[in-house]
T-cell receptor, first 113, second 113 residues
């Protein structure tokens, strides 16, 4: 079974802090994704990565950056956390095939105060 | 651009009743279609997917979905709902043009004993 592990289940950070959300997958998947999930808005794509060192902006990249130095790890970075970034963050991975499903981590609930 | 509509934000059913959750997509050609379920406090799990062949697909947990090209729909059904089916259900679309999954806003299923 594919396992996608997000390093923290809950995080509380202060406004202006730099925040790192880590995601690791163990199935050698090429594609990795970061979504945020908010009530009534569903999942919105922040960034995705086709492969190592490759990244593309999603629908809402403002205020975020990402890093993919190794195939198994995809990090989401909030350069200066703001209260409107309080949300549930979901990481997912997928084989590099359009009809492959996403495999999700359990999510990180981030609260910015 | 591809888009996905789940018109029902909440649905309430009684245990043992049948269920149909609606999903409509906007795209010219046949997309790749997915249904995911998110139980409270957990990540998303794939229920089923469709990309070609028989338009009625079977998934896990007793769910099925039917692709109807004429209605641009991929509705999820279950003949008899259990209490444990209470969860968030998300429909997703991937198209050849985009390659990136787009999610609907989700339908929250509430099951009464």
């Amino acid at each position: 079974d594919v396992k996608v592990t997000q390093s923290s289940r809950y995080l509380v950070k202060r406004t202006g802090e730099k925040v790192f959300l880590e995601c690791v997958q163990d199935m050698d998947h090429e594609n990795m994704f970061w979504y945020r999930q908010d009530p009534g808005l569903g999942l919105r794509l922040i960034y995705f990565s086709y492969d190592v060192k490759m990244k593309e902006k999603g629908d809402i990249p403002e205020g975020y950056s990402v890093s993919r130095e190794k195939k198994e790890r995809f990090s989401l970075i909030l350069e200066s956390a703001s209260t409107n970034q309080t949300s549930m963050y979901l990481c997912a991975s997928r084989k590099d095939n359009i009809n492959s499903p996403l495999h999700f981590g359990n999510g990180t609930r981030l609260t910015v105060t | 651009a591809q888009s996905v509509t789940q018109p029902d934000i909440h649905i309430t059913v009684s245990e043992g009743a049948s269920l149909e959750l609606r999903c409509n997509y906007s795209y010219g050609a046949t997309p790749y279609l997915f249904w995911y379920v998110q139980s409270p406090g957990q990540g998303l799990q794939l229920l089923l997917k469709y990309f070609s062949g028989d338009t009625l697909v079977q998934g896990i947990k007793g769910f099925e979905a039917e692709f109807k090209r004429s209605q641009s729909s991929f509705n999820l059904r279950k003949p008899s709902v259990h209490l444990s089916d209470a969860a968030e259900y998300l429909c997703a679309v991937v198209t050849g043009g985009s390659y990136i999954p787009t999610f609907g806003r989700g339908t929250s299923l509430i099951v009464h004993p």
